[in-house]
């Protein structure tokens, strides 16, 4: 299935700040390029932990900076305190404040972290999301480059030829983030011409994995 969301009020839910940039940056670029779309992003943490501490950076407002630079309303990215490692002690709290974004604001797709992972925090979003996302139609699960298992395996590709260089533009505002590996240009390159191969008709892609789709 290669086909783009249109006509949504779309939510991108991060564990942290970063990790909707890094998963699906390009599809968020693209939805925004579409008028139809309602953008919306949910960051869980403030990342405050690692090597943002060390460096004394506010990791919040890399996100913010570089999703308003893109075009996301600033009123449209929420922003929550859940501490690093400490989000399965917080389920109730994490369920209730998705579930209450998605009510709000009436969602109709969804982009949050696959269960593929081994990033703790990410596992508690996905299924978090599942649970307050129940009654949306089109829920999508992103990959976060160094967190994902192998067998990670997209059947939904989306398009973003177009958009990679500003994708890789976005990240160079996660100024904390910039020594890891994963963050270098040609890693974010090298991913998006994989994803791009797999679906045999895009140059530049972003993969995901299907909950369900409905709404097109």
Known sequence: MRQDLINQNILFV????????????????????????????????????????????????????????IGVKKENIFTYDISDTKFNDNRTKIFNLLEKLILQNKITTIFTHTNKEYHQDHMV??????????????????ETNAHTYPSYAPTYFIDISE?????????????????????????????????????????????????RIINQ
């Not at 991060?14 to 960051?43: F, M, R």
């Not at 869980?44 to 506010?58: F, P, T």
């Not at 904390?176 to 270098?184: A, D, G, L, R, V």
Request: hydrophobic fraction near 35%.
């Open 163 to 211: 958009h990679i260089d500003k994708k890789i533009h976005l990240l160079k505002y996660h100024i904390s983030q910039k020594p890891k590996q994963y963050f270098s240009d040609e890693n974010v390159k090298s991913l998006a011409k994989f994803r791009g191969n797999q679906s045999r008709h895009f140059r530049y892609a972003e993969g995901f994995e299907s909950i």
């Open 125 to 142: 979003i996905y299924e978090e999301t599942l649970r307050a996302a129940r009654n949306v139609g089109n829920i999508l699960l992103y």
């Open 14 to 69: 991060g564990a942290h700040p970063d990790d909707v940039e890094l998963g699906c940056g390009g599809t968020l670029i693209k939805s925004l390029t579409n008028k139809s779309n309602n953008i919306y992003i949910a960051i869980l943490s403030k990342g405050e932990n690692g090597m943002a501490k060390q460096v004394k950076i506010n990791r919040v407002n890399e996100s913010i900076n570089g999703l308003t630079s």
